[in-house]
């Protein structure tokens, strides 16, 4: 069984803005539908309304979506707090060794 190569400093750090630029990328996405999302209450209240549900049953079907969306959100907001430490981290990591090896 061959034994795994180590990652080096710069793939990690490669790694981690990749990982940085996508959870913006999905942080700015749910943000901007979230927006929409409210700025849209009224009518999609009513599109539901014209599937027959009475104007309680389609508030209560926007609310349930919009809080299900803006815990989707939440757990987005957390993974991108979690790639910015991870990057900073490494980046840090990296200065600190290059120091030590210029020392």
């Known amino acids: 069984?061959?034994?795994p190569s180590p990652i080096?400093?710069?793939?990690?750090?490669?790694?981690?803005?990749d990982?940085?630029?996508s959870a913006r990328r999905?942080?700015?996405?749910?943000e901007r539908g979230l927006r929409q999302l409210r700025r849209s209450r009224i009518t999609i209240i009513n599109?539901?309304?014209?599937?027959?549900?009475?104007?309680v049953q389609a508030r209560a079907k926007?609310?349930?979506?919009?809080?299900?969306?803006?815990r989707l959100h939440q757990?987005?907001?957390h993974a991108l707090s979690y790639a910015e430490r991870l990057y900073g981290t490494l980046c840090a990591q990296i200065n600190l060794d290059e120091q030590k090896k210029a020392a």
């Open 8 to 17: 080096l400093p710069s793939d990690a750090l490669r790694q981690a803005a």
């Open 26 to 30: 999905t942080f700015e996405r749910g």
């Open 47 to 55: 599109s539901l309304r014209n599937t027959g549900l009475t104007y």
């Open 62 to 70: 926007y609310d349930r979506c919009l809080d299900e969306q803006q």
């Open 19 to 21: 990982r940085l630029a």
């Open 75 to 77: 757990q987005t907001t």
């Open 1 to 3: 069984m061959a034994t």
